[in-house]
């Protein structure tokens, strides 16, 4: 007798709904954030590589400015629900719209610093708020 191979997850819909009733608000937070991503036609930032222009979506956790060599930078962390991603802004203070909680869409250079994904000066779209 042969074994037919079987999925380890089945992917009924009752299935998908169980999953969705036992995962955490952060889990489906994240699935949500993916799914953003993908509509909109952007690049997960887990799968961006150093040096590779990309276009990245997710929601600005935090804001901060730090000067850097003696330079003013606004940095920001990008969330997309598979990683984050640092934004910075040199010789800005401030920029109108960038807050925590505010989604953004941006489009760069990757560079890597120690493992960490970082985009300088990218250009950037603020997501209207009625998307949020």
């Given at each position: 007798m042969s074994a037919v191979p079987r999925?380890?997850?089945?992917?009924g819909r009752f299935r998908r709904m169980l999953d969705r009733l036992s995962s955490s608000q952060e889990e489906l937070d994240d699935a949500e954030l993916q799914q953003d991503a993908e509509a909109v036609g952007c690049t997960k930032i887990c799968d961006a590589d150093d040096r590779q222009i990309v276009k990245v979506t997710g929601t600005?956790?935090?804001?901060?400015?730090?000067?850097?060599?003696?330079?003013?930078?606004l940095e920001a962390e990008l969330f997309d629900g598979s990683?984050?991603?640092?934004?910075?802004?040199l010789g800005r203070r401030s920029i109108a719209g960038i807050e925590p909680g505010r989604?953004?869409?941006?489009s760069g250079?990757?560079?890597?610093s120690r493992g960490r994904r970082t985009l300088f000066n990218p250009r950037y779209e603020l997501r209207p708020l009625g998307q949020e």
């Open positions: 999925s380890e997850k089945p992917t600005l956790r935090t804001v901060t400015l730090r000067p850097r060599a003696g330079v003013p930078a990683a984050a991603l640092d934004v910075v802004w989604k953004l869409i941006a250079r990757i560079a890597m």
